[in-house]
């Protein structure tokens, strides 16, 4: 079946340094994926969803500045921390879709798990 | 807003118990309604689906019913194991594939 590889699984950085997380479709072409941030016990949060060569679709509250992401080909997003701060630790984790459309399944990447020290 | 709302957790059950996770949602026409597995320290896992009402949702012994006249989708098993714990969530989507998820409940099965 379809396959997102998320990398890095664990990441650590230090305060003000930039941490860049990469989603991959393996066996097959995304056209759209997403990212989402986890708190530790607690829900999973839209954060942004990003289309093949156009610009992200950020969720309300959520800093574009702060968290870039590209996605230039359709095989690979990628998502940026910028300037991390503590708070900004937490579980990312990517989703793919086939295609464009209300009834195509999704798949999870394993996450990442950012901590800023 | 669109929204879920499932039973808080967590639930800790022996093996072989009957499971029930409650799951409610809030969202205008006809979304598609999920249920997903996160095993520790990983992502999210499909368990099942159901895309329009009365339809039942089934995979690895779990079944979920969309039972719109009371906007629910409640997770079941008959006899769970202990490879079962992990987190679930309940989730809609309604258009431009986004996922909203409820709060996830974490499941323990104990030998």
């Known amino acids: 079946g379809a396959v997102v590889s998320q990398h890095p699984s664990r990441v650590i950085c230090k305060s003000g340094t930039s941490v860049k997380i990469e989603c991959r479709s393996l066996d097959f072409q995304a056209t759209t994926m997403f990212w989402y941030r986890q708190f530790p016990k607690q829900s999973l949060m839209l954060m942004a969803t990003?289309?093949?060569?156009?610009?992200?679709?950020?969720e309300q509250g959520v800093e574009k500045d702060k968290f870039l992401i590209n996605h230039a080909s359709l095989t690979l997003s990628t998502l940026t921390v910028t300037s991390a701060h503590p708070e900004d630790s937490s579980f990312y984790i990517c989703s793919a879709s086939l295609v464009r459309g209300l009834d195509s399944p999704l798949h999870f990447g394993n996450g990442t798990r950012l901590t800023v020290t | 807003g669109d929204s879920v709302t499932q039973m808080e957790g967590p639930v800790t059950l022996s093996e072989e118990a009957f499971l029930t996770i409650n799951c409610t949602y809030t969202?205008?026409?006809?979304?598609?309604l999920f249920w997903y597995v996160q095993y520790p320290g990983e992502g999210l896992q499909l368990l099942l689906k159901?895309?329009?009402?009365?339809d039942k949702g089934s995979n690895k012994g779990f079944e979920a019913t969309y039972r719109k006249e009371t906007t629910s989708f409640h997770l079941e098993k008959g006899s769970v194991q202990v490879s079962d714990s992990a987190v679930y969530f309940c989730?809609?989507?309604?258009?431009?594939?986004?996922?909203?998820f409820g709060q996830g409940t974490r499941l323990t099965i104990n030998p």
């Open positions: 969202a205008t026409g006809y979304p598609s």
């Open positions: 989730a809609l989507q309604r258009g431009a594939q986004k996922l909203v």
């Open positions: 159901a895309t329009k009402a009365d």
């Open positions: 990003s289309n093949e060569g156009s610009k992200a679709t950020y």
